[in-house]
């Protein structure tokens, strides 16, 4: 009875060492997630990875304007009247971050966590003089970019 005892114990000690170490080889296979950029309109709220991020590595102007024109993986509809509140998490604030539409600079550089806009303006497509019904808002540090799609909803 005792030997059968201790065989138990060692399966149970074997199962917990493999479960341990297969923890620790997923662990080590997954990506370091990337800071998050959130946009608020209302009560609806997105949060969305970088579509671009090189940590420490300043972006140049090609990469830069790939990184602004890549699909937006995530969209929230703008009422006319709504505000648009954009909030980064720390890490992207320590570094400094501006917001931009359409590849143009709606803020000045910011080291806060948090910025609201109105909504509205930022479909005015200047060069064209018209307002667009849809846009894409995308939060800019020198190392990164974070794209969210926004749609003008009328009704």
Known sequence: MTAAFIRGKRRRAAAAVGAVTFGLVALSACDKPTPLATVTVGT??????????????????????????????????????????????????????IVATGGVQKTAQTKQTYTSLDGQSLFVNQQAQRMEKTTVLSVVTSDGVWNVKLELDND
């Open 44 to 97: 609806n709220t997105v949060t969305t990875e970088a579509v671009c991020l090189d940590e420490g590595t300043k972006l140049d102007e090609a990469a830069l304007t790939k990184c602004l024109s890549s699909k937006a993986p995530k969209t929230i509809k703008v009422k006319p009247g709504d505000k648009v509140r954009v909030g980064v998490e720390p890490k992207i604030a320590d570094e400094g971050w």
